[in-house]
Structures are given as structure tokens and as C-alpha cells.
């Protein structure tokens, strides 16, 4: 299920602007990878381009080559809303439907491309799904109440659930506990623990500790000035990267000197 | 603020700790002075028998302004007694904003209640003549609802659609200039629509030619800016946060819109295009020009000759100038606003039945 991402020579741009600059790396199956950084300095950005999520935003184009197993995702006959369901994402803010139940949010991926689905299926997905994501106890007698009523790391969770509901190969997470408490956080760091027997898991966080904590390997971005693009400073094993990191800038970043 | 001792401000010298207390006025002061201003303007204006409601009101309300911003700045300090003045400024203009408004009701519905009753809602002016003391105005409730019922029909689709356009696809060049036409539009005077369908009606069938159709015609070049300012706006309001997590999960961009960019402004959809609706139904010059103003009997067919609405009926009836006329012409007006008011009625229930929850 989890799928190996091969990333070469990228560059990202939004207009004449390049946000991030030759950028190579390969994401192992099964494994947590973390990106960790300074703000602005791309890495979200990067994360974005692996689901050609940047699109969005426009103006964005991508150069180089991103590999999902054999496929390259940025190939001419290769339509960007498969790419997503392939690779699945959550966000930083959690973002339910509003205007769904915790059941519909967490079958969202089915219902809104009008998949056939017999009500024995769906209830077996949300639950399925719903404790994937350690949600389902907490839940499970309110199933048909708004997403929006839960808590935050409640609706953190249901984004999870219901990005593993359309059974993804890679979850990508963009700081997903950067707005939760410690206790909720814990509870998404165990929850990512869990996912990585299944998923490939490429995390962006702020917090070193937390990097430390769930990733198996950690890739550090930086930028030389202001203004200029981002790029990928140095990445390996998260324990080798924390405690000898091979560049200068990557232990000042670690242990909080910059410049 | 919640105590109700009165200390001068000159009280509390010397160390920090008494810097910081300030004496205050008690609770119902400002109640209590409005009432005796209020009784002592009535008292000096009567006693030069010069007593009228307008002149009572401003001097009562200047009385009191001065009064309170003096005594707040002698009693409470600088900050509070600009506080208590511009509150009570903003409470005037509200009352002043509101006067118009409540006057305009009350007139309506003491003069139209003269001949509003089942009767008049019922029957249409079919065989009446202006002068006798029968008919009524159900033809024009028929016209009103079916011509605006056309125009939002034709409007909704294209507005909605072009706000769609201008928020989820739009850009450079040609959203500039969408958006200024609409503007354009949107700064239209009314008859301007009517004639400009009246000229489209005299090339496609010829002179003379006036029906339903083309009233609901000009109300939509009348009514679509409005549905796509509107529109525009609320799905402007929707988070882009909701698309992109659609996005994520695998669903193409025509699906995010609508299936979680619609029903999540759906209420907002709908209050944008309740005011638009309110904007044309007491149009009246555009109908008086496509509709005809001299139907009298009862036309469901927007496509078959001419077609009387309320705000044409309540025009025509004033034009012939007898009493009956005046008391038909207030009765269509006050119906004209219980439609609108009922429609309002229904857009707040139809925006409360879509609006996200959160329990």
C-alpha cells in the first residue's frame, strides 16, 4: 500500500519567483519523514508539490521529476485529482465540512465523487476510519453531529480519518498539531506512529522535539537571504541529523544559533 | 460602573492606586435625565404655547447631550464624558434613521387598511370601473408574483454563475472587466432597462407589443449585478481552507464547488438573492413601459398581452385621483410590502435550514 517517493532537481515557482531550488530526495515506504526549517524557507511549499497541491494557488508551476514508485506524478497524461487520492494531506488548521456530520465528514471522499456505496460499506469505512484515527470511542454515540462541535484535536483527528478514508499510499501533514495542545498533540504523534505500518508519512513541523519524537528520518530546508529561493540543506537519519549533523548551518538550526 | 456612589473626580489624589478610581454616575442617571429634559422642554414650550413633536424632540435631545457630557466630565473624566456623548449621538442618529421608516409603515398601514380584507386580496378590477366601490387587486398579485417570479428564474442562474465564474476561475484581463460591467450594470437607472426592452420588443414582434415576459425581461437586467455582487461576496466568505481539503481528498475542482463551496454559502446565496428580488419588485417605471398599465383582468400568461402588477397598480390608481382610487392605491401598497416582508420571512427560515452547525 505505502508507495516510495523519488524526488529530482526540483524547482518550484510561484510567477518569476523560485520559492524553492533543485530540490532531490527519496522518501522510504513505511517510514516518517520530517521537514524541518525556518518560515518561508519552502518546505511547505515542497510538501504541496508532492500532491500537486500548489497548483492551487496560481501562478505555481513546478520543474523536475517527482516519482511516486514508477509513476511520475508530473507526467503529461497524468491528471493532478487522481495524483490526490493517491496522496492524501492534512492540513494545519483541522477544516471539517462545516455543513456535514462527523459520519459524512468522514466518508467526504466518497460522497462528493458520488461513489456507489452500500450503507453496510460506508458504516464500515467510518468505523474502519474513525479508529484508525483513536477517534472512534469518543465519537461513536455522535456520529451524526456537526464535525465542527468537536474539539480541536478532535476535528485534527476527523482530517485524519477522513484522509485515510479514501485509502491513500502517502499522508502528507502540514504542522498538524501546530495549533493543538500537548495532550491532543500526544494523541496525533501516536496516532502517526500507528499510521506508519500502512502509510508513507512525510510531516512539516516546527517543533525539533517533535521531529524527534515520530520521524525515522529528517530533511532540513533552509534559505541563504531573504528573497531567495528555498533549498534542501541536508537530509538523513533523524537520530544521525540531532545528534552529528554533517553541515555547519544544520547544527546551528538544531541547537537554536543561526547565522 | 456598577457602583452607584457619586464622588467628585477630585476625590482620589496622591498615590497610583487612587489614580485609578474615578467617581461615576449612578446606574439610572442618564434615564432620569432624559425624562425631566424631556418634561422640561415640553413644559417651556407649552408655557409659549409653541409646542410641536419635531422641535420637542431636538431640544430635548440637544438638552440632554449637553447636560450629560457636562456633568460625565465634571463627575467621571475626560475619556467617560466622551464616552456618554458620542453613545448618545449614535442613539439619536439610530432614531433619527428609524423615523422615516417606522412613519412610512404606520402611514401604509393606516391608510391601506381602509380596504385591505379578503375582498380586495380576492377579487381583480375585471368589469370595475375606477369609481365604483368594488374591485381589487388579486390581478396584480398574480403579475407581480409571476413577472419577478421570470426575472429571478432568468437572474439567479447567470448571477450565480458569473460569481462562480469570477471567484473560482476568473483572472487577469477579463475578470477586470467582468466586474466592471457589472458595476456598470449595477448603476443602471431603471427605466433604461424598460426601454432597452421595449427596443428589443418592437425588433423581434413589432410595435405595440407588451406582455409579462418582457417586464420579467427588464427587471433581470435589473436584478443580475445584484445577484452576482451578492453572490460573489458569500463565496468569497468560504474558507479556502474547505477547497483545498476537498481538493485532498481526490475531488475535482467543479465537484469542490458544488458540494462544499455551495452548500457551505448556501445561506448566504440565498439572503443575497432575497434582497436582490426586494431591489425589483416595486420597480414600477421598466413595467408601466414592457407591461402595460391598463390591464384589469386576471393573465397567468406571462407570453399573452398585458399584465398588471402592484407597483403599476398603485401608480395607475393614484393617476385617476378619486378617494376610492387613493384607498385602492394605499391598500396595493401595504400589500406590496407584506410580499416583500413574507419573502424575508422565507429567506431567513431557508438561510437558518443551510447554515453549518456546530451542535
Not at chain 1, 27 to 44: H, N
Not at chain 2, 117 to 126: A, E, H, K, P, R
Not at chain 2, 242 to 247: K, T
Request: overall charge neutral.
Amino acid at each position: 500500500m505505502a508507495k516510495r517517493i523519488d524526488v529530482s532537481g526540483l524547482n518550484v515557482y510561484y510567477g518569476d519567483f523560485k520559492a524553492v531550488e533543485d530540490v532531490s530526495m527519496t522518501i522510504e515506504p513505511r517510514s516518517v519523514t520530517a521537514f524541518i526549517g525556518s518560515s518561508g524557507c519552502g518546505k511547505s511549499t515542497f510538501l504541496r508539490t508532492l500532491n500537486r497541491m500548489h497548483e492551487v494557488t496560481q501562478g505555481a508551476r513546478v520543474e523536475g521529476k517527482v516519482l511516486l514508485d514508477d509513476l511520475d506524478i508530473y507526467g503529461a497524461d497524468v491528471d493532478p485529482v487522481m495524483v490526490r487520492t493517491e496522496v492524501g494531506m492534512v492540513f494545519q488548521k483541522a477544516n471539517p465540512f462545516p455543513t456535514m456530520s462527523i459520519y459524512d465528514n468522514v466518508i467526504a471522499g466518497a460522497r462528493l465523487n458520488s461513489k456507489r456505496m452500500s450503507k453496510s460499506e460506508a458504516d464500515d469505512l467510518v468505523e474502519q476510519s474513525l479508529r484508525g484515527a483513536n477517534l472512534w470511542e469518543e465519537v461513536k454515540d455522535r456520529l451524526g453531529k456537526p464535525g465542527a462541535g468537536l474539539s480541536g484535536g478532535q476535528q485534527q483527528r476527523l482530517c485524519i480519518a477522513r484522509a485515510t478514508a479514501v485509502k491513500p499510499s502517502v499522508l502528507l501533514m502540514d504542522e498538524p498539531c501546530s495549533a493543538l495542545d500537548p495532550i491532543s498533540t500526544l494523541a496525533i504523534e501516536d496516532l502517526i506512529h500507528q499510521l506508519k505500518e500502512n502509510y508513507t508519512i512525510v510531516i512539516v513541523t516546527h517543533n525539533m522535539q517533535q521531529a524527534a519524537r515520530v520521524s525515522d528520518r529528517t530533511a532540513f530546508f533552509n534559505l541563504s537571504a531573504p528573497g531567495k529561493p528555498g533549498k534542501l540543506i541536508e537530509m538523513g537519519e533523524t537520530n544521525q541529523m540531532f545528534t552529528r549533523p554533517e553541515q555547519k548551518e544544520t547544527e546551528n538550526y538544531i541547537t537554536g544559533r543561526f547565522g | 460602573m456598577n457602583t452607584t456612589t457619586t464622588q467628585p473626580s477630585g476625590a482620589g489624589t496622591g498615590s497610583p492606586a487612587n489614580e485609578m478610581r474615578r467617581g461615576s454616575l449612578p446606574n439610572h442617571f442618564p434615564a432620569m435625565l432624559l425624562a425631566s429634559c424631556a418634561a422640561v422642554v415640553a413644559g417651556i414650550l407649552l408655557a409659549f404655547s409653541s409646542f410641536g413633536f419635531l422641535l420637542w424632540g431636538l431640544l430635548t435631545a440637544v438638552a440632554y447631550v449637553v447636560i450629560i457630557a457636562t456633568a460625565s466630565a465634571r463627575v467621571e473624566g475626560g475619556r467617560k464624558a466622551k464616552d456618554r456623548l458620542v453613545t448618545a449621538v449614535v442613539y439619536g442618529c439610530f432614531l433619527v434613521a428609524m423615523l422615516p421608516l417606522v412613519s412610512v409603515l404606520w402611514t401604509v398601514l393606516r391608510n391601506g387598511i381602509v380596504r385591505f380584507d379578503g375582498y380586495f386580496l380576492s377579487v381583480s378590477m375585471s368589469g370595475v370601473l375606477p369609481s365604483m366601490d368594488a374591485g381589487g387587486v388579486y390581478h396584480a398579485i398574480v403579475g407581480t408574483l409571476a413577472i419577478t417570479g421570470m426575472a429571478t428564474l432568468i437572474s439567479v442562474p447567470i448571477g450565480v454563475m458569473t460569481a462562480i465564474y469570477l471567484v473560482e476561475y476568473a483572472e487577469g484581463r477579463l475578470k477586470r472587466i467582468i466586474i466592471f460591467f457589472v458595476d456598470v450594470m449595477t448603476g443602471i437607472p431603471s427605466i433604461v432597462a424598460g426601454l432597452f426592452v421595449v427596443a428589443l420588443w418592437m425588433i423581434l414582434f413589432g410595435p405595440g407589443e407588451t406582455n409579462g415576459a418582457a417586464g420579467a425581461i427588464a427587471l433581470s437586467v435589473l436584478m443580475i449585478p445584484v445577484v452576482v455582487r451578492s453572490s460573489e461576496e458569500m463565496l468569497r466568505l468560504v474558507p479556502q481552507d474547505l477547497r483545498e481539503a476537498s481538493y485532498a481528498l481526490g475531488v475535482p475542482k467543479w465537484r469542490t464547488i458544488t458540494r462544499v463551496v455551495l452548500p457551505t454559502s448556501a445561506g448566504g446565496l440565498t439572503t443575497g438573492i432575497m434582497l436582490a428580488i426586494a431591489r425589483v419588485i416595486g420597480e414600477t417605471a421598466p413595467l408601466i413601459l414592457t407591461t402595460g398599465s391598463s390591464a384589469t383582468a386576471i393573465n397567468w400568461n406571462l407570453f399573452d398581452g398585458q399584465m398588471m402588477n402592484l407597483p403599476v397598480f398603485i401608480y395607475s390608481q393614484v393617476r385617476m385621483g378619486g378617494a376610492v382610487n387613493y384607498e385602492r392605491a394605499w391598500a396595493a401598497a401595504l400589500t406590496l410590502i407584506l410580499v416583500v416582508m413574507l419573502l424575508f420571512f422565507l429567506a431567513r427560515i431557508i438561510g437558518r435550514m443551510f447554515a453549518p452547525k456546530t451542535r
